[in-house]
């Protein structure tokens, strides 16, 4: 998952969630009646989701696997757990309906000192906590990344695998197309990834150049050296990632 930028709602919509939270602060059985107005809020649920389209970092798909179209609009911390937090803007996220109904449900591992466990589109990158190897699965990389790769069966649905392996290969020969024609990129060049199916493997394989792990991959010397030359500019491209060579 790619962190985004979470942008202010439109005053009205804003306002119209506020309320909705005061609404549940003085229920009785917060949960029921959290689940009960959601249920029924369905242009609250349009308003948002079209907002949330627009955020994604490939437009209108899922924030969680990147590879399905969103047409959820999730809760992060699932109203089970956080009913006041139904209608909280900072706590909706745009899914697929298999990341968000199949896999996630109401699961929400947290840790002994009750900190959540599974990675937040706003505000975690995924590739501090887990890469892309070039089979197309997750190797997770922390605690964080283990339980959000199980939560979401990111390894698990081959198809979702097997998108990740072909984008992989697809960035691979980007690059190396791009260091056989020995020309440094520009922003330009780079923009068309950022909307295709490639974005995840694209921005893993960005990670992947600041930390060094390109050779560990498999990836050729002479595409490595040229991906290093680049990183300024590949960093550029997801500028809410903290993108910096080590060493």
């Given amino acids: 998952m790619i962190p985004f930028v979470r942008r202010p709602l439109p005053a009205g919509l804003s306002a119209t969630l506020t309320a909705r ?10 949960y029921e009646d959290a689940r009960k107005a959601w249920k029924a809020a369905g242009p609250i649920r349009r308003g948002l989701k079209r907002h949330l389209c627009t955020a994604c970092a490939r437009p209108a798909f899922c924030m969680y696997c990147h590879e399905s179209r969103g047409t959820d609009v999730d809760h992060y911390e699932p109203i089970k757990r956080r009913p006041l937090r139904a209608f909280d803007w900072h706590n909706h996220l745009l899914a697929c309906s298999c990341c968000n109904q199949q896999a996630k449900q109401e699961i929400f591992p947290v840790d002994p000192a009750g900190r959540p466990l599974l990675l937040d589109p706003a505000a975690d990158d995924s590739a501090d906590h887990m890469t892309l190897a070039s089979t197309g699965e997750f190797i997770d990389l922390t605690p964080r990344g283990a339980e959000t ?11 979702l695998v097997q998108a990740r392996y072909r984008s992989w290969r697809g960035v691979i020969r980007v690059f190396e197309q791009a260091a056989r024609n020995g020309d440094l ?3 330009d060049d780079l923009e068309d990834l950022r909307f295709l199916p490639v974005v995840e493997a694209f921005h893993h394989f960005a990670h992947d150049i600041a930390a060094g792990r390109l050779p560990r991959k498999g990836v050729r010397p002479g595409i490595v050296s040229y991906a290093q ?5 590949v960093s550029g491209v997801f500028a809410a990632c903290r993108l910096k060579r080590l060493g």
Avoid: F
Wanted: proline residues 7%.
């Fill in 229 to 233: 030359q680049n990183l300024a500019v």
């Fill in 149 to 159: 790769i199980a939560v979401l069966g990111l390894n698990r649905r081959g198809e």
């Fill in 185 to 187: 990129l520009s922003p």
């Fill in 21 to 30: 939270t005061a609404e549940l602060r003085g229920s009785a059985n917060p």
